[in-house]
């Protein structure tokens, strides 16, 4: 067996060749590293806002005949649930797929989930990057052996790369013209995912400046289809988790502390903000939902439970 090959600077992210034993990681990198507060459970439907009420239709129609979706209890279920979202998609024709990975907390404090800051996300990504990559390298259209490296140390950004099949991980608007480099030398009927980008809907003028060079990275990203995406986020108050597996619709979900999230409705397309904060005002239960008074009374209440615990 040949000895493991690590970059000669100790100080960048290890990120090992792909034809290395997957056994060799180090203490915290597994893939079977459960989540915090993430289970699976029944998803009753919610009462939600009569405007949504077309696409929720046209998506509980899509839902009869689609995969089913699930929240995932950990990082091995999600990178199952996603291998089979790209897989399908690929089936499909779908070439350039974007992914986003809810990852494990790894040494979070109180204060801070990521004390570490994007290096230390890479290290909860790396290993559920790469066992997706290996489902992936079952199909015959996708084998050989694939290369890694850092394209940008500073900001955690990580390729993975054969003729066939390549994933960006933690792409930023400066490693753009590299990610596309790498895409373009994919081979016709290969696969090229992005995974996790770090910009946000919205700012593209910021991320990707101005007049022909934005459109040019505007229609370069908007080329990946997003094939799998489970994010948890805060909003008024309200905890909530979006879940997309190809070819499904968007699922929200409702995650109260302490409780099981419930499926509040799904959506043909993803939703804005707006459109969520909508949802959750119209959802019985949810923050949102309660006056003023009764939000202070909540969060008073949450606040003492969490110093009480301490």
Avoid at 88 to 93: I, L, Q, S
Avoid at 192 to 208: K, T
Wanted: charge should be positive; glycine fraction near 8%.
């Amino acid at each position: 067996m040949r000895g493991i090959q690590k970059p000669s600077d100790r100080r960048l992210i290890k990120i090992w060749i792909w034809d290395h034993v997957p056994e060799v990681r180090s203490k915290g990198h597994n893939v079977h590293q459960p989540f915090t507060n993430l289970r699976a459970f029944g998803v009753p439907h919610r009462r939600h806002h009569k405007r949504l009420a077309s696409r929720l239709q046209s998506a509980d129609n899509q839902a009869t005949t689609s995969p089913k979706q699930y929240i995932p209890r950990g990082p091995e279920e999600l990178v199952d649930q996603a291998l089979g979202a790209c897989q399908r998609a690929f089936a499909d024709g779908v070439t350039r797929q974007r992914i986003e990975l809810l990852l494990p907390l790894i040494g979070a404090t109180d204060l801070d989930d990521w004390p570490g800051g994007i290096r230390q996300q890479f290290k909860a990504a790396q290993p559920m990057v790469e066992s997706l990559l290996r489902g992936l390298k079952k199909d015959e259209a996708l084998q050989g052996p694939l290369s890694a490296r850092i394209l940008d140390q500073g900001d955690a950004v990580g390729a993975w790369t054969s003729p066939r099949l390549a994933a960006i991980l933690f792409p930023t608007p400066e490693t753009l013209k590299q990610m596309r480099e790498i895409v373009e030398g994919v081979s016709a009927g290969g696969l090229a995912l992005m995974i996790n980008p770090q910009w946000q809907p919205g700012n593209l003028v910021n991320d990707f400046g101005i007049g022909p060079w934005r459109r040019r990275s505007e229609d370069f990203v908007g080329s990946f289809e997003e094939v799998y995406f489970l994010k948890q986020m805060r909003i008024a108050g309200d905890n909530v988790r979006l879940l997309r597996t190809y070819p499904s619709g968007w699922q929200v979900y409702l995650a109260p502390e302490g409780h099981n999230p419930e499926l509040i409705t799904v959506l043909e397309t993803r939703p804005s903000y707006k459109e969520l904060e909508d949802l959750l005002r119209a959802t019985e239960g949810s923050n949102a939902g309660k006056t003023w008074v009764e939000r202070i009374k909540g969060e008073f209440a949450f606040n003492k439970d969490s110093l009480d615990r301490k």
